[in-house]
């Protein structure tokens, strides 16, 4: 069963989602799932989260702040914000787990990621990292590079958007625009079932965010193994974005076919769930499964 707890930092509780499997790989390394704009941790606990558990691996999924049901002391710096309780989480896993965790960043949250791992390598000289995977990540050059790609060739949803960063609660109301909306983030729309978990505790975002460059130093690249998966039809990320991210780090991206941005709750999630369990059982060469005590 998953369970809801919250860290407490200096500004205030983050919601921490957490599913621990009865058996584990030998030596596990935990995962840790880190959402998109508008969503908290609870994205992921319709299907990665059982399913990495089903694995092996423990798992914990983060509520940013301003996100689910953590604390809304809103900073004039969301993305260093955001890399701050990303790190709140991480202190809290490898302590309980004394295994370095894999960094699972979907959409922002792969953004938010890649900044904490940059932020890593220049205090630590071995990474306390098993991995990092970017999910329909925003790019490392930021999200100046993908709002301007995203404009020129998909106004229409890139208009959209940016009325949902300034009042989700309200235009969610609309069945138009919220039918705009899905019909961006899904490949072939929607299930009422898939509108409902995605729609779910909505919010809106800090525009900082989206104002001003934020590159990702990327002399960790070489430091750290680094898995990129980005859906075929992805209207938001597109396939030349997470082509241009998985270049940037030498590797070459995993895409999902007849598959939109919204990865986690796409019919085509377990494709994308095999490709990234694969990955991370190769950072674990024995698959063995022990019992949990």
């Known amino acids: 069963m998953i369970k809801q707890e919250f860290i407490a930092t200096q500004h205030g509780d983050l919601e921490c989602l957490s599913l621990c499997p009865p058996e584990t790989v030998a030596s596990a390394s935990p995962v840790i799932l880190v959402h998109g704009i508008f969503t908290g941790a609870s994205l992921f606990s319709h299907h990665f ?6 694995a092996g691996y423990p798992c914990y999924a983060l509520s940013l702040r301003s996100h689910g049901n953590s604390h809304n002391n809103a900073s004039d710096s969301p993305l260093e914000s955001y890399v701050e309780d990303l790190r709140s989480l991480f202190d809290l896993v490898l ?9 699972v960043g979907y959409s922002m ?3 938010v990621a890649q900044h904490f791992a940059s932020k890593l390598s220049t205090k630590y000289p071995v990474m306390p990292l098993s991995g990092l995977c970017l999910l329909a990540s925003v790019p490392p050059h930021g ?21 949902f960063m300034l009042m989700p609660e309200l235009l969610v109301q609309n069945a138009y625009v919220r039918r705009s909306l899905l019909n961006a983030l ?5 299930t009422k ?9 909505f919010c809106p975002e800090d525009l900082n965010l989206f104002s001003s460059a934020q590159p990702v130093a990327l002399d960790f690249a ?11 039809n992805d209207k938001i990320v597109p396939v030349k974005i997470v082509n241009d991210t998985a270049n940037a780090y030498g590797v070459k991206a995993e895409i999902i076919p007849l598959c939109g941005h919204a990865i986690p709750l796409e019919n085509q999630w377990p494709n994308a769930m095999e490709r990234l369990i694969t990955w991370v059982h190769e950072r674990h060469p024995s698959h ?3 019992k949990a005590s």
């Open 95 to 103: 302590q309980r787990h004394k295994q370095p965790p894999i960094i």
């Open 49 to 54: 989260m059982p399913a990495i558990a089903h």
């Open 186 to 190: 899904f490949h072939d729309g929607a």
């Open 109 to 111: 949250g792969g953004l």
């Open 193 to 201: 079932a898939q509108a409902e978990k995605i729609l779910a505790g």
């Open 222 to 232: 070489q430091k750290l193994p680094v898995l990129v998966i980005g859906a075929q």
């Open 288 to 290: 063995q499964l022990i």
């Open 143 to 163: 999200f100046n590079h993908l709002n301007n790609h995203l404009v020129c060739s998909q106004p229409f949803e890139a208009s959209v958007l940016s009325q």
